[in-house]
C-alpha cells in the first residue's frame, strides 16, 4: 500500500481526541449487556478508531498500554 500525503492537521490534538471517543466506547460499552447492540456499536467504535491510528501514525497499537520501561516513541521517556 502507497503512503498517501495526510491533509494539513494537527495530528497529537486529532489523536488526543481519538483517543477521549475511544475511552467513552469502552465506557458505553462496560455499562452494556455482553451481546447487545450497544455492545456491539461501541466495539465497532473502537476497532474503527484503532483503524484511524494505525493509518496515521503506523502503529497497529497507538492506544493500547505498552509494559514499564518501555517508549512508545524513540526519545520518549517511559
Known amino acids: 500500500m502507497s503512503k498517501r500525503p495526510l491533509p494539513r492537521i494537527d495530528l497529537p490534538a486529532v489523536l488526543m481526541r481519538l483517543g477521549h471517543a475511544r475511552t467513552a466506547m469502552i465506557e458505553v460499552g462496560a455499562g452494556c449487556r455482553p451481546r447487545s447492540l450497544m455492545r456491539a456499536c ?6 474503527n478508531i484503532d483503524e484511524v491510528a494505525f493509518m496515521l501514525t503506523g502503529e497497529r497499537d ?3 498500554s505498552k509494559g514499564h520501561g518501555v517508549s ?3 526519545g520518549e521517556d517511559a
Request: proline share 8%; net charge positive.
Open 42 to 47: 461501541a466495539d465497532q467504535m473502537i476497532r
Open 62 to 64: 497507538h492506544f493500547h
Open 72 to 74: 512508545r516513541h524513540p
